[in-house]
């Protein structure tokens, strides 16, 4: 059987650390979308760690970690990560496998990311310019290269030959940056890359499977980033719901048990794009300021604002989340009063559902006020000792959602989580 556990937000809801309190529950942990554009935290001994690449199971090292073949890889980063994890102990020949399908992000890759996001000007997507969509591109295009083709010999005219087309669109964007750095820091991660254990991840993972082994699928960004349903074309270039899993990994849809979605008890965005319940005004700043909200992977301060039970019921439905985890409800300690979303006001239409063009649409968002917990929680280890508030906007969260809540997260520590009762 295997779980998912992904981001029901715009990304950032604290999966990786979720990932890794439930690591302990699951044999192989496995990434099945997305590629460095994400920056999953977790604390291991206290230190903080931001993982790009590599699953979020890797510090339990019992635990085999899958980068699938939906993953974008980019050696580089992959190459600087393994060499921390590598710090703390952890040896990656045992425990990390590479699907062979897994598509490479190539320095043209990046550099087109860089290039197509100045010739957008204002209409910019806020990319993390990992290259992620020029990579993805080249997938659907049928032109990329892949970490399998790296044992192949005629992978450096392979190579040469893709960049030279890139090199045609770099040049109609005008983009006169050198990459030679780039590209030697790239082919020398190429080489360690090689050593690393390259494996067909579909008979890999199933073959886990069949014998009864327990697998947790992380997924990377967020519902709202997702490439289909997301706030396109404000979104990030994959299919980032529990759809992405089968694709992603090449397990069946059977195969899939429960679906646990991440949020967060307010919500974030980080890049452009619409977002309805942003408070571009002093509560926000408080939010970003007790959150820590700036990002993990580009260090860009979060836009931040209040839960959105529109997009998080949207969520729900196109995951088929059946258990929800909520993160950072001790970020909301300091707060008189609290707000949810229940309904969006789209020229004085009051609805529940995400509209076709959020961007052009304008929903304004429609609150239901909730008191605050003014308490610490952050020390909190069950579920009774919480404040009956938070219970009580839990509970209405349940209720609107047809889901329940069955962790809250409180703090960024391993064991900062409390289970629902
Ligand atoms: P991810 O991309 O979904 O893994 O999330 P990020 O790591 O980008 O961002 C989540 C941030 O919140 C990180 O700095 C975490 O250490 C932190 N975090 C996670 N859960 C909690 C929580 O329950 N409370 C607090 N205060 N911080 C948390
Ligand atoms: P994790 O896994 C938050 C956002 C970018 C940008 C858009 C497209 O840490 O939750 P891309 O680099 O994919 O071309 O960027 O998506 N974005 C994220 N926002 N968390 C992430 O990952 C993100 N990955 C991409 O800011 O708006
Ligand atoms: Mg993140």
Redesign the pocket.
Known sequence: MVDVLL?LQ????G??KIVDFFAKNYDLVARFQ??P?????LYVNDKKVVL?QIPSGVFHPVIINLIGNGVVLDPVTLKKECDIVASFGIDLKKNLFISERTHLILPTHRAL?KAA?QSKGKEK?????????PTYMDKTGRNGLRVGDLLDKNFTSAYIKLRLKHQKLLDNFNFQEDITAWEEEFFEALEFLKELNIVNGEYFINKHIKDGKRVLAE????SM?DIDFGTFP?????N?ISAGVCNGLGVAPQLIRDVYGVTKAYC??????PFPTELDNEVGEELRKIGSEF????G?P?RCGWIDLVALRFACMINGVTKIVMTKADVLDAFKELQVCTDYNINGKIGQEIPFQMEKQKPVPVYKSFPGWNTDTSGVKSFTDLPDTMKTYVSFINEYLGVDVHYISNGPGREQIVKVD
Request: glycine fraction near 30%; aromatic fraction near 4%; hydrophobic fraction near 20%.
């Open positions: 981001g715009w990304g950032d809801e999966k990786g997305g590629g554009n994400a920056g999953h935290t790009h990311d996001e997507i806020g990319s993390t310019l990992k290259g992620i969509g997924g990377a960004q967020g980033l404000f979104v990030t270039s994959s980032t974030t965005r980080v890049g452009g794009g990002g993990a992977t580009t860009r979060r």
